[in-house]
């Protein structure tokens, strides 16, 4: 079952109808075993008690899931942006809370990827790729989520430390990550050429936690306040040159975004699976819902809009793990978190119909899944910043650069 133990002998040529290599099916294969099995039974009770699911990261631990994000000399099984993907989208089927561990802890390899020294890379890529410590980003802060330049924490150099002082909100896995990716301006008269970027571990003097949100999806989640107070983070810690942070902010983002596609799209497939399921047994007037064609068209529709959400998924996980880098991935990654998300929740909201009162009932799964798929549309860029994005890079291409 550990994805850890994958050996290399398997078929990698990629197949034409889903884009999927014989490994990443028999990964997807693996992940869907254990969300049907292991996470599904989990997902009311995660949601009802907003308690953080740390069997689950156990269960993750074990089963090696977190090794698609980083290759096999840091501990991974090899790092692929579309292997990533599908777990996400399979464990999202089961609970959207646990599915996001694994998005999120993808920021974390992002970051060190990207930017990280070799030493860097070596000291904490290991720890995240096997799951011994949790990855938190933080860019948000409370004057700054979709202008994240106008962000306000500041890094003063002095001697071989920075000194960070601002605060953070919303970020997902405060107060139990043991890595917070944090953006800060070193030079705050430079706009978003003034930000820089650093690891900072728990425990480092002045780094606080502050209040943990209470929330209306994703509720097992931890979504709070990071307060740094005069927070002394060594100056090894930089990830690349002072003034890089934006760019690598959203160099991550570029590559993020369709990790939280592929938690919507999950959502929506979750909610139309259950609703196919329900259409065909619940019976109206002598015959399954599922006869009358306006139930049947919506799960058309339903079914029809998971499918294409995910040809965007797998397009451009493909595209990622090609290496393509720059306005091509920007456009078609802020794509793909449009339509995986406008998805989630249209889908979500038909399977809720679907069921009729019951699906408005907390015994029934969909309730659940509609309050999930919210968020997607507003974390990690709301999908208004992706339409200007989208429409940015449109703008750029036809000036011609
Ligand atoms: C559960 C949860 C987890 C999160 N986790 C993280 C995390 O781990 N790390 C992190 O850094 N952040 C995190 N966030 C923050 C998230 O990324 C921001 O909430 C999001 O980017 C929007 O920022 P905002 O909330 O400040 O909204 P605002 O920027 O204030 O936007 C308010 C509204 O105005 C619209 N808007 C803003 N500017 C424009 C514009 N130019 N044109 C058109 N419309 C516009 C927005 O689309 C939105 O509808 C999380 C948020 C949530 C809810």
């Known amino acids: ?32 075993a254990l969300a ?19 069997d689950i990261v156990e269960l993750f631990r074990e089963n090696g899931i977190f090794g698609t994000l980083a290759d096999e000399v840091y501990g991974g099984v090899g790092s692929s942006a579309l292997a990533t993907y599908v777990s996400i989208e399979e464990i999202s089927k089961a609970c959207a809370t646990s599915g996001l561990i694994l998005a999120v802890q993808a920021l974390g390899t992002l970051a060190l990827e990207l930017a990280g020294d070799e030493e860097q890379k070596q000291r904490f890529v290991p720890r995240i790729a096997s799951g011994e410590i949790l990855s938190a980003y933080a860019l948000t802060e409370p004057g700054s989520g979709s202008d994240a330049a106008a962000m306000r924490t500041e890094a003063r150099r002095d001697g071989d430390v920075y000194v960070l002082d601002g605060a953070k909100r919303f970020i997902t896995n405060a107060g139990i990550a043991g890595i917070y990716i944090v953006f800060a301006k070193t030079d705050p008269s430079a706009g978003h050429a003034g930000i820089s970027a650093f690891a900072v571990e728990p425990g480092t003097p002045g780094l606080e936690i502050g209040r943990i949100e209470p929330k209306m999806g994703v509720k097992g989640s931890k979504t709070g306040e990071v307060f740094l107070n005069g927070c002394r983070v060594p100056a090894a810690n930089r990830l690349g ?5 934006f760019r690598l902010a959203m160099r991550i983002l570029d590559r993020s975004r369709p990790g939280i596609a592929a938690q919507a799209l999950g959502i929506a497939q979750g909610a139309t699976d259950y609703a196919v399921g329900y259409a065909l047994t619940r019976e109206t007037f002598g015959e399954p819902i599922a006869r009358h064609q306006l139930v049947a068209a919506m799960l058309a529709d339903m079914e029809t809009r998971c499918e294409a959400a995910r040809g ?29 998300s406008d998805t989630a929740m249209a ?16 015994e029934y799964p ?10 997607t549309q507003i974390y990690e860029g709301t999908n208004q910043i992706q339409r200007l994005v989208i429409a940015r890079e449109l703008a750029r291409a036809r000036r011609g650069g």
């Open 36 to 54: 049907e099995e292991r996470i599904a039974p989990r997902a009311a009770e995660i949601d009802r008690t907003a308690e953080f699911p740390w």
């Open 312 to 340: 965007l998924l797998y397009r451009c996980g493909a595209m990622i793990d090609d290496g393509v880098d720059g306005p091509e991935l920007t456009k078609l990654s802020a794509m793909t978190k449009l339509v995986c």
């Open 347 to 362: 889908v979500t909201t038909d399977a809720v119909q679907v069921l009729g009162g019951y699906g408005f009932m907390e």
């Open 241 to 245: 040159e002072e003034g890089t942070g």
């Open 366 to 375: 969909v309730e659940r899944m509609m309050r999930d798929a919210k968020v």
């Open 1 to 32: 079952m550990a994805l850890l133990s994958a050996g290399p002998s398997l078929d990698s040529i990629p197949v034409p109808h889903d884009l999927l290599t014989a490994e990443q099916r028999e990964i997807r294969a693996l992940v869907r």
